[in-house]
């Protein structure tokens, strides 16, 4: 069921970080009839640009395109598929200093984050020796304050509330980002989407098999010891956004 109908186009930028629930929360928006989804749309230009060994780093590079100038063009122009409303599921570190940020002003902003602890031990099973960098935490709090030096704070989703509160958090995300909450956020179909990027296999097979949010599962694992100096370092990143996320 859906609140009232979204009447004029909103383009939503979803800034996280990697290894959190991105991708099932990119099902959750894409399972709308009004909504039109892009994957990490400057991913391939951030792997162009800085040569980081990625799982199927080429394969992205030639598959996607990896020019930011063509990429920000698109990502303010027509919404696909007649759709009123656009998200954008981008992680935080493919915005490279270099590229332009005039096209931010148009559209809607909002952060997903997760624990580091948690965030780090999945990580580190596709990339084995990450750096801060990597995390994009830093890159996060560089953006939400530049943004909130506009005289609006956007809003912040934790992973966890997220996973313990599905309804609730995403109703509250809706409200902040003016587009009216749809119940078809809730669950999904299983399996791959064509809107996914080639990189999917990679990263996404948890997420193809799912339906819909699943329950929140602390990590007990410890941390191994040569992750505590980068947990230590994200952890005053994580705090900051922490504070302001939304409480439903």
Known sequence: MTDSATKTPVRIAMWSGPRNISTALMRAWENRSDTAVWDEPLYANYLRVTGVDHPGAQEVIDHHDSDWRSVTSALVGP??????????????????????????????????IRDPKEMLLSLVRNIPNPRIEDTGLPQ??????????????????????????????????????????????????????DSDGIWARHWYSSVDDSTGFGAYRPKTEALPTDLASLHDACRP???QLHDHRLRV
């Open 140 to 193: 996060q709090v560089a953006l939400f304050d530049e943004m909130r030096a506009t005289g609006r704070t956007p809003p912040v989703l934790d992973s966890r509330d997220v996973l313990e509160n599905p309804e609730g958090q995403l109703r509250a995300l809706c409200a902040a980002v003016g587009v009216a909450f749809d119940g078809a956020m809730l669950s999904w179909p299983a399996g791959s989407r």
């Open 79 to 112: 919404i696909p598929n007649g759709c009123t409303v656009w998200y954008q599921k981008h992680m935080a570190h493919h915005l490279l200093p270099e590229i332009d940020r005039s096209w931010l002003g148009q559209l809607e902003h909002a952060f997903l």
């Open 237 to 239: 990143y994580y705090d």
